[in-house]
């Protein structure tokens, strides 16, 4: 039996190339794994018949010297990313019968360096929801306790990651779907700069907000998976190249710059769980033991962020979701006429959360309500753009915590949908900003016995991803001290 | 909000509803409503510039082959027959 938990991408690596053990090894383990846990959990919706074979080929590049640092490495993929020949089905009983058609661009860079696609995880319908609870396919349990939400909408990503069913995976992150669920997993769940990852290929949401994210047991692996998906691509025509920044703490090998972290104190506080507070300070007590220095800053639209947020994203939705009419794909209900047909359709297929955001969204875009919701969010938006401006320019990053607490329980929040939106208190106002933020496990509480993991998120500005790898890295350092 | 806004809503957006799920799509519309309704209180107190610039981005008009054929249509499609796609009559 490998050592799955404490394997990394490097390691992986290293025992590719030495020998240790082969690529067909490895993925045969993580289906061991699957085997013995996915019933329970239901982290995965499909594993895919292929992955030996994917192996297989693996192994080949090895064995022919053209092996690149992903080959063989098994990786998960969130539901709504399309790999051809394969079902997708984003959570949703409107696409239970969908095979994707084309290979979604991050699919692509996968295959090309030659990484093992395991299956696809459960996600909430669409990946509109914090706990998977509403996905079609049944809740994701969470490895940590199975009375408890794995968080979402990647819950199922993240949990795979957690009780060791892939190294690493993808997920998408629309207001927080990649780091909320890290935080309740115990895992490292990276939100890139909005533009950054292409997006073909990605079954939409929110479009203004949507992006690809990576999620692993550790920042080194969360980063090896954004190198490789990072960068403009011509099929996505709000993709980005970064730019090169500078590295602040190595700085041209000088002397070391000590980073300067924000911390929003009047957002901390309310509504959050007491030990997760405290979790929280000790945190920031970590961060000044190593020199760095925390200055309390303001943000003062951000507490905006997540009603504007339920705005602007229904009204995305009820755009985007408007494709999905039985006519061309997925599933169809009969009906008298054309009209019918439709109805019927979208009446069967979506379930009630994706019902709930259409009508949302057809609602703030209507006229008459446009100007009081839709443009009013709009101009709140730039409002939170122009806090974190300001704020950046006195600080490198910012520190928040992941969530309010720990996982909560299976059914708690699953009528309420207010108190299930104010899951993104933290994560929602990257993804309005469109700022690059990585949740990172800081420590765990006990919950009736068992052990559930807390968050930290960092926030850096635009393009400064490699300013949450360095400063993470070396938070996972100092974690345990 | 009434039921009449539900219904409404729900046929601009062509979903069919229960009675059940008007009535708890109501009380949660109001729900929501009431809560993101809190944006109204932000007056723009200063002029705020955004930082990025809107544009079109545009690729060159070229032929290109995809990777595309007939079946990867039909096959998806939900009713055919003699090789042609099915659909109800719009007129």
Redesign the interface.
């Given at each position: 039996m490998l050592d799955l938990k404490n394997l990394t991408i490097e390691k992986a690596h290293q025992s590719f190339l030495n020998g240790e053990f082969t690529c067909q090894k490895l993925a045969g383990e993580y289906l061991r794994v699957i085997k013995e846990k996915n019933k329970e959990l239901n982290v995965y919706l499909e594993v895919f018949k292929d992955v030996m074979e994917q192996a297989k080929k693996a192994d080949k590049r090895f064995a022919d010297g053209s092996a690149v640092l992903m080959t063989g490495i098994p990786v998960a993929i969130k539901d709504n990313i399309l790999f051809k020949g394969h079902k997708v089905s984003a959570g949703s009983k409107i696409l239970e019968n969908?095979?994707a058609?084309?290979d979604s661009t991050v699919v692509k860079q996968l295959k090309e360096a030659g990484a093992v696609i395991i299956g696809r995880t459960n996600m909430d319908e669409f990946a509109m929801g914090v706990s998977t609870e509403n996905s079609a396919y049944g809740v994701t349990k969470n490895p940590h306790d199975p009375k408890r939400v794995s968080g979402g909408s990647s819950g199922g990503s993240t949990a795979c990651v957690a009780m060791n069913g892939a190294l690493v995976a993808l997920g998408s992150d629309t207001g927080g779907s990649c780091r909320q669920p890290a935080s309740f997993c115990g895992v490292v769940g990276l939100k890139p700069t909005y533009g950054s990852v292409s997006r073909n290929g990605l079954i939409a949401m929110g479009s203004s907000l949507d992006v690809i994210g990576a999620i692993g047991k550790n920042i080194s692996d969360v980063e090896v998976i954004f190198n490789l998906i990072k960068g403009r691509d011509?099929m996505d025509?709000?993709s980005v190249n970064l730019r090169e920044g500078q590295s602040f703490v190595k700085n041209e090998g000088q002397s070391f710059t000590a980073p300067i972290i924000g911390v929003p104190r009047h957002l901390i506080g309310e509504g959050m769980d007491h030990e997760a507070l405290l979790n929280f300070e000790e945190t920031v007590e970590k961060f000044k033991s190593i020199g760095y220095a925390i200055l309390n800053i303001e943000l003062p639209?951000v507490k905006?962020s997540v009603?504007?947020y339920?705005?602007i994203t229904p009204a995305e939705i009820?755009a985007n979701l408007?494709r999905f009419?039985?006519?061309?794909?997925?599933?169809?209900k009969d009906g008298e006429?054309?009209?019918d047909?439709?109805?019927?359709t979208?009446?069967?297929g979506?379930g009630?959360e994706v019902?709930?955001r259409?009508?949302?969204g057809?609602?703030v875009l209507?006229h008459g309500y446009y100007d009081?919701?839709y443009s009013?969010?709009t101009?709140?938006r730039?409002?939170i753009?122009?806090d974190y401006?300001k704020a950046f320019s006195k600080v490198h990053l910012v520190l928040t915590p992941t969530t309010t607490g720990p996982a909560f329980k299976i059914g708690e929040k699953i009528n309420?949908?207010?108190k299930a939106?104010l899951e993104d208190i933290f994560t929602g106002p990257a993804n309005m900003a469109g700022l690059p933020a990585i949740s990172i496990p800081s420590g765990f509480v006990q919950r009736e016995g068992e052990k559930l993991p807390l968050g930290i998120q960092l926030i850096a500005p635009h393009q400064r991803e490699d300013l949450l790898f360095e400063v993470g890295k070396e938070f996972e350092k100092i974690r345990e001290k | 909000m009434n039921i009449k806004?539900?219904e409404n809503?729900?046929k601009?957006?062509?979903?069919?509803?229960s009675e059940k799920?008007k009535n708890?799509?109501l009380a949660?519309?109001e729900?929501?409503?009431g809560?993101?309704?809190?944006?109204?209180?932000?007056t723009?107190t200063?002029n705020?510039k955004?930082?990025y610039k809107l544009c079109n981005?545009w690729?060159e008009d070229k032929f290109k082959s995809q990777?595309f054929s007939p079946e990867?249509?039909k096959?998806?499609?939900?009713?055919s027959q003699d090789g042609f796609l099915k659909?109800?009559?719009?007129l």
């Open positions: 969908y095979t058609t084309y011509e025509s709000t639209y905006y009603p504007s339920y705005v009820s408007a009419d039985g006519i061309r794909y997925g599933i169809h006429n054309l009209e047909d439709y109805l019927r979208k009446g069967y979506f009630p019902k709930r259409i009508l949302l057809t609602y209507s009081a919701y009013k969010a101009m709140v730039e409002l753009v122009n401006k309420d949908p207010v939106y | 806004d539900v809503l729900a601009l957006a062509r979903i069919e509803l799920e708890s799509l949660d519309m729900n929501i409503l809560y993101v309704k809190q944006i109204e209180l932000v723009r200063e705020i955004p930082e981005v690729r990777d990867l249509v096959n998806q499609f939900p009713d659909v109800k009559k719009i």
